[in-house]
């Protein structure tokens, strides 16, 4: 799996758009870009994912760049319940049904 | 909304001892994943299981961890002789394949194993 680089940290204020980037360079084919986020020592919960379109659901929106060597997340309205660390995953796809590879992720604060 | 759940949520034991971490994945699922994450470090990859057999294992996987689905619907870690270094939460998953041939995640709250 392709290896992701994403800033340590990240302060939003509350109300306004989060938008957390992920450079996965290496990235191939047939991987997919899959964002999950952990709050305190909860287990890691799933936000969204994506090939090559940009994707959109209840939660955020996935923005990937037409080479495919980075990424955004974007939680359009934050609220102090999104403080959480945020984890870019690159995965292939098909029946590669595998692990996921978490890195150290971006701590995002959002504060009042 | 289905969701993966865990027994215990702490489980305090002596070293040497055996624990039996229990999970019951979201019932539709067919694959079946535990995670570690030691205090303060990345959430790390220990094995995924499928139609009965270990399909992946890391290197932290030793024989001193075994996995097993007894039965429709729960599906257990067991860690036999613990060490102080096994203290972490541990984190149980599953996932279904979609028609789109790739498959999500959803992770359980967790399983705070403390070894004294």
């Known amino acids: 799996d392709a290896k992701t680089t994403q800033p340590t940290s990240m302060d939003c204020a509350e109300g306004r758009a989060a938008n957390l980037p992920c450079n996965h360079s290496?990235?191939?084919?047939?991987?997919?870009v899959y964002w999950y986020r952990q709050i305190h020592s909860q287990g890691p919960q799933y936000i969204i994912h994506?090939?090559?379109n940009n994707e959109t659901n209840e939660m955020a929106s996935l923005i990937i760049t037409e080479d495919r060597k980075s990424s955004t997340l974007i939680l359009p309205h934050a609220t102090l319940r999104d403080t959480a660390v945020y984890y870019c995953?690159?995965?292939?796809?098909?029946?590669?049904?595998?692990?996921?590879?978490f890195g150290q992720g971006t701590i995002l604060t959002v504060h009042p | 909304e289905p969701e993966v759940t865990q027994t215990p949520s702490h489980q305090v034991t002596q070293m040497g001892q055996e624990v039996i971490l229990r999970c019951v994945p979201i019932s539709n699922h067919l694959y079946f994943y535990w995670y570690r994450q030691i205090l303060g470090q990345k959430v790390e990859f220990l094995v995924s299981?499928?139609?009965?057999?270990?399909?992946?294992k890391s290197e932290i996987f030793d024989d001193q961890f075994s996995v097993e689905r007894p039965d429709g619907s729960n599906f257990t870690l067991k860690i036999r002789s613990t060490k102080l270094e096994d203290s972490a939460m541990y984190f149980c998953a599953s996932s279904v394949e979609l028609a789109e041939r790739t498959d999500t995640q959803y992770f359980g709250p967790g399983t705070r194993l403390t070894v004294l």
């Open positions: 995953i690159v995965r292939a796809g098909g029946t590669s049904y595998g692990k996921l590879t």
């Open positions: 299981f499928y139609n009965n057999e270990i399909s992946e």
């Open positions: 290496t990235i191939s084919g047939n991987e997919y």
């Open positions: 994506g090939l090559k």
